[in-house]
Each structure stands twice: as C-alpha cells, then as structure tokens.
C-alpha cells in the first residue's frame, strides 16, 4: 500500500530536490529518526512537513514540462506489473504521471491568481489484471505564489474635496489598491503608497493610502482644484517591485472667508417721476469671491429712507432700489444715501479681525415727466337742495397742472355718469351747475365723474369722483299711511271710535315728522282727537245713522307738518254705513231699497256721464282721422313743372312728386320762403330753419348752391330727410350760355314734343304731360 510516508518522500522530493536519497519506504523511516537498510540514522528535521501537498511553481518558464513530483508503491517491485493512474483536478490534460514510474509533470504555464491548489487521486493497478494493488490516496498539488501582478487601484480618478483654509493634516480622502498575488506568501502582496504629483500641497500615508493637507492657508479664491498622483508599489517598495498609479482630482470648496466688496463706492441713479410705489429705479451689486451661501448677501439703506428702499435679488445678488412713496420733481429732485451690504451667513472662524460688510453712496436725479391734472380734493362730497331752478351753483372742483409749466386746465363731464344731463360744469372755472331741477325723492344721491384735461396735451387726463347729495326740502304734504276702509254702524252711539288713522311724508326733516289732523269744526257726524303721536282717532259726534238717509259719507281730513314751509293735503275718509248686530260686529253694508225716488240717483248719473264722454272721445277720434286722411295733392297745377331730381329715404310720390324741393329759388335766388317745410311726408321733428338772407346782386347761380349746401351741413338743426338736386349749369360767362331748362320757361311753347309719345311706356307719363300743353292742343 502506498502509506503516508510514501506520499511524504513524494513532497520532499519537491522541497529537497538535492537529496540522493532514493524515496522508499525504507528511506521515509530514516526521516523520521529511523534507522535505513544500512543501518544508518539520520536526524529528524524540525520542519513541520505535511505529507499530502506538492509544491509547484507557477509561471514556469521552462520548455519542457515541469516536474512535479513521484509515487511510489510498496507493491511495486521493478517488475513492471504496477501502473500508476491519477484522476481529479486536471489529470490527464493539466497533469501526467508516467504509469511505470510514478513521475508527475505539468504540462501548462500554472496560474495561481487563476487557480492555487488542484486535488488529485493517486491509484496503483496491477497492470495484467488491472486490479487495483492498494486503496485509493488523495494529495492536493499547491502552486507557489512569485510576483507577476502589479497592483491596481479600483478607479482611475477619484474626486474629492476638502474646505479652503483648513489645518496641515486634514484628511481629504482615503485610496486603496489590490494585488492579486499571495497576501501570506513573501512581500509580493505588500503594498507601499507615495505621492508622484500634488506636492507640497498634499501628502499621503504610505501604509492606508489616505491623502492629507500638507500646506496651510489654502485659499479657494487662489486656486480651486488640484491634480494628485498616488502610487502604490509592493514587495514594500524595494526595488524590483511593481507599481499602479491613480489620479485624485481634489477640489478647494468654499468657506465664508471673504467680506463682500463695493468695486465703486458711489452710485447715481436717474428715475422719472412718474415711476410707480414699488417700481425698480436702478441696481447695485457688490462682489463677493465666496460661491453660494457664502456669497450670498443682504442690502439696506442706513437708517432708511421716507422715498426709497432697496431689496435684494436672490438670484443675481444685486441690490434693487425701488420706490416707496410717490417722486414729485416740482418738490424735490435730488437724493442721497448710504447703502449697507453685508453676509447673511458668517463663518465664526473669519469673523475676528474682519468687517463682513461695506458701504456705497447712492444719488438719485428726478426726472420730469408731463404728468396729469391733480384734483385739490379726490373725491369731492357736495350737498345740494331739492328744487333748485335749472341753472343753480352746486359746487366747484378744481384741478392744477402739477408740472413746472402749470398749463392750463378745462373740465368736463363724464356723461356716462350723468345719463340724464342734470349737471353741467364751467370748462375753464370748473363750476359745477343744475341743468335740471333734482328731487330728493327721486334719487337722493347723483355721482358724477369730473375730467380734468390738459389743454395742451388732451391724452394727460384725471378722473374724480364728485358725490352730489340733494338735501331735502318740505316740498312734500303728508297723505294717508294707507287706504282705509271705514264703516259705522247704524246702531252706534256718539263719541265712539270707529277708525284710527295715521300719515306718511315723503320728506325727511332734522327732527322727525309731527303731523297735525283736522277736520271741519262743523261737521255734524264725526269728530277728530289727535293722539300726538302721528295717529288721530275718528269718533262719531252723533248716533243714529240710517243706510236709507245716507249709505256713504266723505270726511275730508286735513293732514300738516310742522316743517318750513308748512305743507298740507287734505285726504278723504269714506265712511261707509253698515247694519251691526248688538256687539258691534258688521253684518251687510249694501244701501237698502227706497220703495220710491223723487230723482235720479248718484250711480245713474255718474253711469249717464261716462256715457257722453265716451261719446265725445269717439267724435274727437274721428274727426282726427278724417284730418290726417285728407292730403295735398302733390302736383297742384300741371304748369308747376321742374327739373328736379329728389332722392331722399323715404317713399316717394313717383314723376308727380314736385314738392320735395323748392325749385322756385333757382329761378330767382333773390325770392326765398322762410321756414318752408316739405308737404309730402311729416317730418319727425321740426327744426326753425336758419337761414341767411338771399344773396344780392344777382350772384351766380352756382355760388349760391354752394352756399347754400355749406349752410345746411353746418346747420345743426336741420331736417332728418336727404335730398340731392343736380342742375346742368354752365355758367354765366359761357358762350352757350346755361344749359338747364329753368330759364328755357319762356319759349318752351315754341317747342314740339311729340316725339315724346314714340320713346316708350317709361315715358308715356312725360309725354301727356308736355303735349297736354301744345298751343295747337289747346285750340
């Protein structure tokens, strides 16, 4: 059996490989102090072998295969019937064993970063039979580790950062590499840091590869990000050892170690005064070399301002002036002040010795600007009384031009709000009057907007409200509160009450209504009792009334004020006479049926009233209609023939409508009607004409044309109709003399017009017309 002690002399082979000694099993006893077939003692090693491992060295380098090691068996005797057979890790292709021998050889380069240790299975059969001689043995093949791996860093470029100004020593970031060779064989695997780049500002810990500060006072604002090269090499930096390097990009980042900064210490600003309450007038901007919260900071006005104030842009970092109360160049058009920029984050450590704010001088120049009118009062509460004549003063708004010029102003009305023109007000003294009478009662309050407009610039315009209350005046006499319906019994008994009536008064005085009732002191019926307290009660001055006598009686009952003037009305109490049972209550008011009538009763008479005026309306609406039926015809004579051409909106009378238009004064334009209105239709509203008297001279008929159409369409109150007359004129100093037929009057019976009866039914009118009045017709 191949025991342990073969598989002993099998490893030392591999580690003694200059002993002669053959490995048998003779042999591996004198390894252990055993006496050998000589008789020999060899003295036991000190080492602590392990029986069942070989050493191999990887990337053997040789060109034949690399010797492993050997087996050898107690059965086996020379004779060559034992064959030796591996299986396991890469036997066969990685790893052959001579059958006869026992000799092991790799035949590859080994690894051992790719694999450290093969298992194999060593097996000795009897090569006849194929049996196997002894038990199964396993043995692990080890690689020995040599120095073929460099060492490499996870990154190529680590980024890091470490705040300006800080103390020699701080640590900034920590690199590491790997060596992929053995880490508990030799110093293959040790690994040693330094730094190629980025000295002297930084250095690194050669052990843990951790990157401190070495210089102080590193300012941000000097230089921000620098480039370091770290190195790491093993077999612990002696020479013949590998190295990788990386770079470590290490950024400066910013502490609030520098105060804000006014590059100019006085600003001017220009603003016109027309600038709204809280618009931006201008920027100022102070530098900071610190980046975010660092950098940002906060703008003031030392000891603030009544006109200006200043904000900060969080965006920009500016300071924005902007206006708090209205400029006004005709007041004041220059400013001063003092504008303070300070952080709004301190660092505690830079705050010694170091003033974090600044200070800049701001002037400001007002510029003018063409403003509106200012009213003197916005708005204006005017009062007013009731019943005031057209025409009357109510009060007066004034407005100025608030520039250094002080132009003229004019006022006007907004007739949008004064829809029923009952106001007017003086254009250049701003006087505001009634055009009509007011009536509290109607509206106790107008409101009208006044417009105060530059004469010389009409687009600078102010608005102003103008509150018109109408106080009141007693113009109004109290009436009955209601409409009483009032009854007396024919049982009732004198001085009892049968009604209690009250008054109403449009009128509102300083002190309250107090009305007085009466009625006359000789009425045999009723009497009043005033309660004084706007009320009075009705009582009977007698009993015994009787529905056959008198079924209804009417109380006139005078009602006044006590305001000045004193107003009165007198309203009339119906008092109806009704039947009541013994307890007062009313039963039936319907007068009773008197068995005869010495006359007619008052429903007969009032019913006989209507009657006749109704008929009378009838009359009267007849005789008007017949009126507006009966026209003037529109041709009174077939003499009065013109040439006229008439257009106008309306409907026309067809070729007889002559009367359109006054063809006369082209005859004779020294003859002219006054006030001579068109007779074929009715105007909707008449107008006096005003007209100029006839030119003299016998002026030329076309200038007179034209003067006249300028006088109409300048006239205001002209008629609602058109008309459009066209004359052929050719004037008075033409040969031919005029062209229109107006003048041909005289001798137009010279001419024949028969020929007009051959042009057509369009002209057959025309034609009946003129040969009507041939001389040769006539006779």
Not at 11 to 33: D, K, R, V
Not at 48 to 55: A, I, K, L, R, S
Not at 284 to 306: F, L, Q, T
Not at 604 to 626: G, P, Q, S, T, Y
Request: glycine letters at 6%; hydrophobic letters at 35%; a negative charge.
């Amino acid at each position: 059996m191949i025991t342990n002690q073969v598989l002993l002399l099998l490893m030392l082979s591999i580690l003694w490989p200059s002993t002669a000694l053959p490995f048998t099993p003779g042999n591996i006893g004198n390894l252990f102090g055993m006496p050998d077939s000589d008789g020999r003692v060899l003295q036991r090693s000190k080492r602590g072998w392990m029986w069942n491992q070989f050493f191999l060295l990887e990337e053997y380098a040789g060109n034949d295969h690399q010797y492993v090691g050997k087996l050898h068996s107690n059965m086996d005797r020379g004779a060559g019937n034992v064959k030796y057979v591996l299986t396991g890790d890469g036997a066969g292709s990685l790893f052959l064993i001579d059958e006869k021998s026992g000799d092991i050889h790799a035949t590859k380069r080994l690894d051992r970063e790719e694999k450290a240790m093969y298992t194999l299975v060593a097996k000795v059969l009897d090569r006849n039979t194929n049996s196997e001689l002894e038990p199964d043995t396993e043995f692990n093949i080890k690689i020995h580790d040599i120095n073929d791996n460099e060492p490499k860093f996870a990154k190529e470029i680590y980024f890091a950062s470490v705040p300006e100004m800080s103390e020699v020593g701080t640590s900034v970031v920590t690199v590491t590499a790997d060596d992929a060779d053995d880490q508990t064989y030799g110093n293959s695997a040790k690994l040693v840091y330094s730094i190629l780049q980025g000295q002297p500002y930084f250095s690194v810990d050669s052990e843990n590869g951790t990157i401190k500060t070495a210089l102080p006072g590193m300012d941000r604002e000097v230089k921000e990000n620098y480039q370091v090269v770290i190195q790491a090499k093993d077999m612990a930096g002696q020479m013949g050892g590998l190295s990788g390097t990386t770079t470590v990009s290490i950024t400066l980042s910013d502490v609030n170690d520098s105060p804000p900064r006014f590059a100019n210490h006085s600003f001017r600003v220009t603003a016109v005064e027309s600038t709204e309450i809280g618009g931006a007038i201008g920027r100022i901007k102070a530098d900071d070399p610190d980046v975010g919260r660092n950098a940002e900071m906060e703008y003031s006005i030392v000891g603030g301002h009544d006109i200006f104030n200043i904000i900060t842009d969080q965006t920009t970092q500016e300071g924005v002036i902007i206006i708090k109360n209205a400029l006004d160049y005709e007041s004041k058009r220059d400013y001063e002040f003092r504008v303070e920029v300070r952080n709004t984050y301190l660092d505690a450590r830079f705050i010694h010795g170091l003033q974090f704010k600044d200070y800049a001088t701001v002037k400001v120049t007002v510029e003018d600007v063409d403003e509106p009118p200012v009213f003197t009062r916005n708005p204006y509460i005017i009062e007013v009384h009731e019943d005031t004549a057209a025409g009357s003063f109510v009060g007066v708004v004034s407005a100025r031009d608030p520039d250094a010029d002080n132009k003229p102003v004019k006022y006007s009305i907004d007739r949008h709000t004064d829809l029923e023109r009952l106001f007017n007000i003086d254009s250049v003294n701003g006087t505001i009057t009634t055009l009509k009478a007011l009536d509290r009662e109607m509206s106790k309050w107008h409101n009208i907007s006044v417009v105060a407009t530059e004469i010389n610039n009409p687009r600078e315009t102010t608005r102003v409200p103008v509150f018109i209350k109408v106080l009141d005046v007693n113009d109004n006499a109290p009436e009955f509160a209601m409409s009483y319906d009032t009854f007396v019994c024919e049982n009732v008994k004198a001085g009892q009450l049968i009604q209690t009536i009250s008054a109403v008064d449009t009128d509102e005085p300083l002190v309250g209504h107090k009305f007085v009732f009466s009625i006359s002191a000789t009425n045999p019926n009723f009497t009043i009792v005033d309660r004084e307290d706007n009320t009075a009660n009705i009582l009977t001055r007698r009993g015994g009334f009787s529905r056959r006598e008198m079924s209804m009686y009417f109380l006139p009952v005078v009602i006044s004020d006590n305001d000045y003037p004193i107003q009165s009305s007198t309203s009339t109490l119906i008092v109806r006479v009704c039947a009541c049972d013994s307890r007062g209550n009313m039963q039936t008011c319907n007068p009773e049926v008197l068995p005869f009538s010495d006359g007619l009763t008052t429903g007969a008479l009032v019913a006989i009233l209507l009657c006749v005026i109704i008929l009378l309306m009838i009359v009267v609406l007849f005789a008007a209609l017949r009126r507006q039926r009966k026209k003037e015809p529109l041709i009174i004579s077939k003499e009065d023939v013109r040439d006229n051409v008439v257009s106008y909106n309306d409907e026309g009378g067809g070729e007889e409508d002559t009367q359109a238009f006054d063809i006369g004064t082209l005859r004779n334009p020294e003859v002219m009607d006054a006030n001579k209105l068109r007779r074929d239709i009715i105007p909707e509203m008449l107008f006096p004409f005003r007209r100029t008297s006839p030119i003299k001279d016998n002026t030329d008929v076309r200038y007179f044309i034209n003067g006249r159409l300028q006088e109409n369409d300048l006239d205001p109150t002209a008629p609602p109709y058109d008309s459009l007359a066209t004359y052929a004129y050719e004037g008075s100093g033409s040969l031919a003399e005029s062209l229109s037929s107006l003048e041909s009057a005289a001798t137009e019976g010279d001419h024949d017009y028969d020929y007009l009866s051959n042009w057509g039914t369009p002209f057959k009118k025309l034609a009946e017309m003129y040969i009507a009045k041939s001389p040769d017709r006539e006779t």
